[in-house]
């Protein structure tokens, strides 16, 4: 059985990482710590666990092998590097920290301790985004020339985005580092290394962070993606489009759907819809315990939150300096 702590409640799903990790066989979650000792007292209350104010003295405890990491932004380098000292098996909420440097420190930490390393890239397991990386790689669209992804909802004009979502010391950024990290790994994993990246960023709700945005990404294979995001859509949206010589594949949008116009997989140029989809991959909590208890893989581990840190790092500076970044950024 693996015994989880879970760091903080600050996060929007710290409440359904503690109910996936209950809800696997093999785990437990058995405490709680988190920066505002009232907010995890009443937390701990409610999942019927210990709580602990003191962050060292919990991961201290030999009665808990792993953390699942829902603290602020700014708070991932220290609490990872601390519970990988301790000997702790980590899974964090994305993303793994604000720059690429602190992202090498948590990483030597981890390797060093030999302990699991799980971040939190769901929407990179979903079939449809599955099916877009068979593609990719199998050479069914051809060269590959642009890919569009954009995820949006209407937190800051609904109001159920939390208050300190928009405190730009905690996060680190607004929209793109929280809704646009989705977009980002899917493009990195998609794509491979980085050129350039330019980005545009507004403050539509007048918040101290953006919720506007969008990052222009371009690639070594000389593709280039369009990252899209945004707080103050209404409703909500997943869309996801890739251009290259030989097909056109989307998926997402208002209706949801998934189709393509690619020769060399369907064997016509009509407009077709799959017959099927691959599986999912599991969750990126089903795959941490599992990688804790079987030696089973995990597909988003150090190396993929570091590539998503290197393209934040580069979006936000493009914005900052208002100016194209160049890779590498160190």
Known sequence: MVRVAMLSRWHVHADEYATRVNDEEQAQVVAVWDEEPDRGQGWAGDLGVDFEADLDRLLARDDIDAVAV???????????IKAAQAGKHIFTEKVMAATVRECRAIADAVTRAGVRFCISFPRRGLPEVQLAGQLVAGGHLGQITLVRIRVAHGGSVAGWLPPHFYDPVACGG?????LGAHGMYIARWLLGEPRQIASAFNHITGRAVEDNTLSVITFENQAIAINETSFVQHGG????????????????????????QAPKWSGS????????LPQPLLHPVTQWINAITREGPIDYGLAEGLQLTELMEGAYRAHREGRT???PLH
């Not at 829902?70 to 990872?80: F, I, L």
């Not at 607004?174 to 929280?178: K, R, S, T």
């Open 269 to 276: 140029d009509d407009w077709v819809e799959p017959e099927s």
């Open 70 to 80: 829902d603290a602020p932004t700014n708070m991932h380098p220290e609490v990872m």
């Open 237 to 260: 949206v997943f869309y996801l489009e890739i251009n290259g010589t030989e097909g056109t594949y989307v998926t997402g949008g208002p209706d949801g759907k998934t189709r393509l």
């Open 174 to 178: 607004g929209a793109m580092i929280d």
């Open 325 to 327: 970044v160049s890779y």
